[in-house]
C-alpha cells in the first residue's frame, strides 16, 4: 500500500487532474492515449541514432542524477547501449524504491506536445528501448499471450473499442506474479509488437513482456464477478492486437511536415512485411502487415508488479 500511495504522490505532481481522479476513487480511462509520445522511427531510425550518440543520451544522464546511477549499473551488467536502457528501464533500488520508470512512463504517456518542441527529458531512452524492441522483435518474431495485473480500477465501457497503453508497458508469461501484485484490474493481452526482454531485465524471473507505446488493441472482453477467468481478479481486460499508430513518427525530422503527414499505422501482425509492403504517398507511411495470428501454444499470462500499481 506504501508503494501504491508513493505512486500516486509521483502521478499527482506530474499529472494533476488524471491522478486526482485517481485518488478520489474515480476509474482511469482506457483509450488510444493521443498525446503519447509514441514515435516508431520509421525512415528516420540511422538519423536519430546518430543523434541519441552525439546529444541526447548524454545531455539526459547529465540533466539526471538517477538516470545516471541506474544507466552506470545497467553498464555493469549488460553490454550495448539497447540493452543498458532494458535493465536501466527495469531497474528498482528495492529498499528506497529508485527507479526511472515512473517518472518516464508518466512524461511518455502524456508528453506529445513537450517531444515536439524539444521539452521531452527522455529522448535516448525512448529510442533505445524502441531499438531493443524491434531488435529483439525480429530474433524472436511471434506474437505473445501475456497478462497484467494492477491495483487500480478503469472504465469498462470500452468492450469493442480500440486502445493503447501510451507508454512502455510491463506485462509477463508468468500469471502468479499478477496475482501476487495487482488483482483490482488486470489485462490477458495477445501482444504482436511487444517483446520478451527476460535476459536483460533486472529481474529475469518475472518473464517479462514489453509493450510499445504504439500497439493498438481492440478490447475483445471485459470479465466482472463470476464470469471471468482468473478469480483473483475483479476485473479482467482481454486485449488483442490490431496493429500499430505511431502519430509522432519522426516528427523531430519532420517539423515543418503536418500531423497527418506524420502519422504511421498498419494493421496486426507478427511483424511488418516491409519489403513487400512499405510505400509513401508524400511524407505519409502505410504499411500493410502479416494478419496471421500466431498459433503457437497459447502462454499462461501474468504480469510484473513493478509499474503495474499506477501506470498503464
Known sequence: MLLIIEALVLVSAALGQVSLAAVEGQPFTLDMALNSVDDLYYGCKEKMAKQVKTKYLKKELNNS?????????????VSRKFKIAIYAYTYTQIKTNLNIYVKFNNETRYGKQNYTV??????????????ALHILKKKQNRCFD??????????????????????FT???????????????????????????????????????????PYEKFNV??????????????????????????????????NQGGSAKNRQLSAGSGRHWQQEVAATKTGRQLSLKTDNRRDERRRLPPAARQI???INL
Open 220 to 253: 475483445t472482453a471485459i470479465r466482472t464477478g463470476t464470469d471471468q477467468k482468473h478469480r483473483g481478479c475483479q476485473t479482467v481486460f482481454v486485449l488483442n492486437s490490431t496493429g500499430i499508430r505511431s502519430d509522432l513518427n519522426c516528427a523531430l525530422f
Open 65 to 77: 542524477v538517477v538516470f545516471k546511477k541506474v544507466w552506470k549499473i545497467g553498464k555493469k551488467k
Open 118 to 131: 524539444m521539452k521531452y527529458k527522455w529522448y535516448s531512452l525512448h529510442f533505445l528501448l524502441t531499438k
Open 170 to 212: 510491463s506485462s509477463s508469461l508468468d500469471r502468479n506474479k499478477a496475482e501476487e501484485f495487482g488483482t483490482v484490474s488486470c489485462f490477458e493481452i495477445h501482444t504482436c509488437e511487444g517483446a520478451n526482454i527476460t535476459k536483460y531485465s533486472m529481474f529475469p524471473d518475472e518473464r517479462e513482456v514489453l509493450i510499445p
Open 146 to 167: 501475456t497478462f497484467r495485473g494492477t491495483n487500480v480500477t478503469f472504465e469498462n465501457d470500452v468492450l469493442n473499442k480500440e486502445v493503447r497503453f501510451g507508454s
Open 307 to 309: 509499474n503495474n500499481n
